[in-house]
């Protein structure tokens, strides 16, 4: 497949290459923090204070599911006076016991790894929370727990309902005092993101139009996605999977000052410079830095150095920088700027975003 980056702007290639609406669907994710809020407001969730605070919270989930908890752990910072963890496998942590709260996440309600885990969290009357499709498994196994369960309409794509996952974790921490989350921030984030689809849609040309630059800047090199905090961190963590996913891209991640201990050297490897010689032009790495307006000052002082490394080896860098006051906010814009990008991507290599035939017939041969 050749990368054609005429096809961004054609707006009939466009709606061609993407029957399953995935534009769409990244554009929805500020409807996705209201309708979210509004569900876990409604559900029993406020009451999930009623009996302290835990001593430790653990998130269950794969995929955006994982990435809910790992939102949760970013937003709720170094100040988070327990530890949050999520766990992307069939069993808990042997330490977890009935003081922790273990949430339970689940688009489908039917994920066997999440189900397992819930099942497990039962069984040593750990504290629940579920979230995930109505009438599922998991809305079964919250029932006869007691539990609250917050639902997830199983509507379109699972990748792009990632903030109808998070927003329950969120309002939960709220609950239980560990971040200041009223509605002012929920409505300030879904207004940014709301601002971001309009820079990005698919009417917009690549000159301007952010998601389409990026995709341009990615295509046809390595990309190597780095955090400057643990909140961008999972921005780029998300990058990456989505750039797998959307896009049928390979990409790395990481976060500073741990990757420039070790992917760092890559800077000086066979695919640090694009070989003018080859047929194809060649590929190399290409650098994009998550930035974040709390680095910590040595953080900020690596950062200045990478870039000048890596402008000394002709290695080309992006940087990106979320915007916003609540940390919230700031993760937002830089996951909504990579889901659109990889989008992009995917059209311009004239692949469907939604398909992914691998993961699909890999089910099917684990269930065989």
Known sequence: MNWEPDRLDDQGLLTEGDPSGMLRAVAASAAQIRTSRRAALESALPSIARDGRPRAIVVAGLGGAGTAGDILNAVCGYGAPLPVLTVRSYRLPGWIGATDLVIVVSRSGRTEETLAVAAEAVRRGCRLLAVGGPDSPLQAVARQAGAPFVPVEPDGSAR??????????????????????????????????????????????????????????????????????????????????????????????????????????????????????????????????????????????????????????????????????????????????????????????GIDPSAVAAITELKARVSQ
């Open 160 to 349: 792009a309902a990632l903030w109808s996952l998070t927003v329950p974790l969120i309002v939960a921490a709220a609950e239980l005092g560990l971040i200041v989350a009223g509605e002012d921030v929920f409505e300030e984030t879904a207004r940014r993101l709301e601002d971001i689809a309009h820079r990005c849609r698919p009417a917009s040309e690549s000159f301007i139009n952010p998601g389409k630059s990026l995709a341009m800047e990615i295509a046809e090199t390595v990309p190597m996605i780095w955090g400057s905090t643990p909140l961008t961190a999972v921005a780029a963590r998300r990058w990456a999977s989505q750039l797998n996913e959307n896009g049928k891209y390979p990409a790395t991640w990481g976060e500073i000052p741990g990757s420039d201990h070790s992917q760092l050297a890559v800077l000086d490897g066979p695919l640090a410079r694009r070989d003018v010689f080859a047929d194809d032009g060649g590929r190399a790495v290409r650098l994009f830095v998550l930035r974040d307006v709390e680095e910590h000052r040595q953080v900020t002082r690596r950062c200045e150095a990478v870039l000048r490394l890596a402008e000394d080896r002709d290695v080309r860098v992006t940087q990106v920088t979320g915007e916003g006051t609540h940390p919230l906010e700031r993760l937002a814009v830089l996951i909504e700027l990579g889901d659109f990008a990889s989008t992009y991507l995917a059209l311009g290599y």
